[in-house]
């Protein structure tokens, strides 16, 4: 009996030896984006095309793919999202296509367990919703395939599907200024200091609402915390939104003197090029 024991405890002990890390044919990837006040992440396998053909071959038309290789594309947002009109609770989706030649059949799926695209497993009752997207031509080959973000401001960004010469384009919009609203009458109630103020303005001045309020906040944010390049910046990107050129002129020579001291030599140009489309701006008015 001892004998078979050692004998089995070689092999189990060969056995676990033998094995190894290899890499992986698509390898993992993680891609997190922040869109205003939103994170967004997507964990995903990046399948090479390697010489074959990608879209209507390797992704046949007509039937469900996964969005990668190997388990399921994971999307995940830590707060509601819309989708081309359809409302996306924060959570944890996977994310599946039906590609055809003229249309792709987006799907965000409520069941994230399934390995791959679920084969009989998927349930298209468990779609959170689905929305069709009109494929686009690239001019360039795109080797594996790549999910991605772009035109991100505050308020909505477009996630990217990029393979071999097929680009996939879903915008995605959330509700930055519900939030940014609150946050700025919470900030501003509870024992603000100069940053609170000069962030509330800021926001608005990116934003383009409010200015007569933006200057008010900038104001409090120099009584409060003295003078400083980017609080005179931004004072001055607000005033000649105003059209007050002549307040704004004089916001930016201050700013440009403190970037100075600073060694701030980009602010130092932006503030200097304003200047000078300022002073043109006012002239014309007085003429």
Known sequence: MKVLNHILLIFFTTALAAQI???KASPFSKVEQDV???KITI??????AKGRKV????VPYGRIWRVGANESTKFTSDDDLTIMGNYLPKGTYALYA???KDYWDVVFHKNSGHWGDGRKAYDPEDDAFR???????????????????DQINHNSINMLWIWEHTLIK???SVDTETKMKQEIASG????PTAQTYYEAARYLQEQGKSYHDALSYLNKAIEIGGDTYYFYRVKSLVEAALKDYGSAIISAQKSLELAQKEDKDEFVRMNEQNISVWSTKQVNIKQ
């Not at 929305?131 to 973000?149: C, V």
């Open 21 to 23: 890390e290899a890499p």
């Open 36 to 38: 205003g006040l939103t």
């Open 43 to 48: 964990a995903y396998s990046r399948p090479g």
């Open 55 to 58: 879209v209507g071959g390797l």
């Open 98 to 100: 039906f590609p055809n």
């Open 131 to 149: 929305i069709r997207i009109k494929p686009q031509e690239i001019p360039y080959y795109q080797e594996n395939f790549l999910i991605t973000f």
């Open 170 to 172: 879903i915008p995605i």
């Open 188 to 191: 501003i109630e509870k024992n």
